[in-house]
């Protein structure tokens, strides 16, 4: 598929979505919600992909919503709004229901729902000079695409309250010190950081990784029995695999297992 907004290139197990509107500082139109939930699609169906990574192009990550696009909106009756609005929300759901690790590489501004487009990946990897803000309540708006949900869930409730409720914009180190944001690193690094933790996720044992990542999500809604029964038959279909009996081989043998994905 071509694409207007992003662009999607993969490379070496790596698919890297590139939200691509410079000038417009990448705010998430409904024409970009659409192409990125796409190029997830894509993603999908490629089962040589391993990582998946979602990054700005130029000076911010992502801006927040298309206010245009917010102003249309407006403009239909409430049922009309909201059935629209839940289509873009669709973006966010894509994000976290992809079954392969999600990094987001901040390379600039994360606001209103470019935040929550980072906090529905897996990891978040922002460069020093990245901000970070849930400012829908700066403009009358509650917060959308899953903010009440992913936020509370990384930073805690009354942490979370206070950046909605007072819509900061807040600093890169201090979204790693409150565990919004795994590292900061200077932005003439964020693309070589970014790639070597994708390329060392990569290089792990593929149905043991997706499985783990099922598992830890479902963790957080489960009660331990629940989990236990899981991981118990993760851990069975994991024995029918040619990783494991690699990564077994390897640490008898004291080397680096070379993992093949089967």
């Known amino acids: 598929m ?3 907004n992003i662009t999607l290139q993969t490379s070496e197990g790596i698919a890297t979505i590139t939200l691509n509107q410079p000038e417009r500082r990448n705010a998430l139109s409904w024409e970009m919600a659409k192409e ?12 040589e992909i391993r990582v998946l990574v979602l990054t700005g192009n130029g000076k911010a990550f992502c801006a927040g919503g298309d206010v245009k696009s917010m102003a249309e909106g407006m403009e239909k009756p409430l049922f009309e709004s909201r059935d629209m609005i839940l289509e ?18 901040i390379n600039g501004h994360a606001i209103g729902a470019g935040l929550t487009l980072a906090l529905a990946c897996d990891m978040r990897i922002a460069a020093q000079e990245a901000k970070l803000g849930a400012t829908f309540l700066q403009i009358g708006l ?28 807040i600093e890169a180190e201090e979204a790693e010190r409150i565990g919004l ?9 964020l693309a070589e950081e970014t790639r070597k933790l994708a390329e060392e996720i990569a290089a792990g044992p593929y149905l043991a990784m997706k499985m783990a990542k099922k598992s ?16 118990s038959y993760a851990q069975a279909a994991c024995t029918q695999t040619e990783d494991l009996k690699e990564g077994i081989s390897a640490f008898i043998q ?9």
């Not at 903010?147 to 007072?166: D, K, M, S």
């Open 142 to 169: 509650h917060p959308g695409m899953g903010t009440t949900y992913f936020l509370p869930r990384l930073v805690g409730t009354a942490r979370a309250c206070e950046l909605i409720f007072t819509a900061r914009v």
């Open 2 to 4: 071509d694409f207007s």
């Open 181 to 189: 944001v795994n590292r900061v690193v200077p932005a003439k690094n």
């Open 88 to 105: 873009y929300y669709k973006t966010a759901l894509a994000v976290k229901e992809v079954e392969i690790p999600t990094i987001a590489s």
């Open 254 to 262: 004291k080397r680096r297992p070379e993992f093949k994905g089967r």
């Open 36 to 47: 990125i939930a796409a190029a997830i699609q894509e993603v999908k169906r490629n089962p």
């Open 216 to 231: 830890i999500y479902r963790g957080a809604v489960c009660d331990l029995e629940s989990v236990l029964d899981f991981e």
